[in-house]
Nanobody, 125 residues
């Protein structure tokens, strides 16, 4: 089982940057696929980015590719999301998710059994 806690959200102007962190506990973190999702008010939770347990592969939503970078440090049990060139439409609660499945890529909410509580990201225009 994996327990995850997000941090690093906040208020930033359009064009700015933020780095989100996801601290994980549990013996299976280093063998888990990790991902970031986000949910804007009135919208469904959507996939942002994912990374394999070895960090050998990453996958991005087209809406963030080229602006966001997902990474992980298994020695620190931590995953990151570096967000650059932020836009107002990036405003949402960002969630960290984990799965021990070996299927790749995992892009839907249903594929991830472990979730954090979320961290708010607000981008002002």
């Amino acid at each position: 089982q994996v327990h995850v806690v997000e941090s690093g959200g906040g208020l930033v102007q359009a064009g700015g940057s933020l780095r989100l962190s996801c601290a994980a506990s549990g013996r299976t973190f280093s063998s888990s696929t990790m991902a970031w999702f986000r949910q804007a008010p009135g919208k469904e939770r959507e996939f942002v980015a994912a990374i394999t347990w070895t960090a050998s592969s990453t996958y991005y939503s087209p809406s963030v590719e080229g602006r966001f970078t997902i990474s992980r440090d298994n020695a620190k049990n931590t995953m990151y999301l570096q967000m650059n060139s932020l836009k107002p439409e990036d405003t949402a609660v960002y969630y960290c998710a984990a799965s021990t499945s070996r299927i790749w890529p995992l892009l839907t909410v249903d594929n991830y059994p472990y979730w954090g509580q979320g961290t708010q990201v607000t981008v002002s225009s």
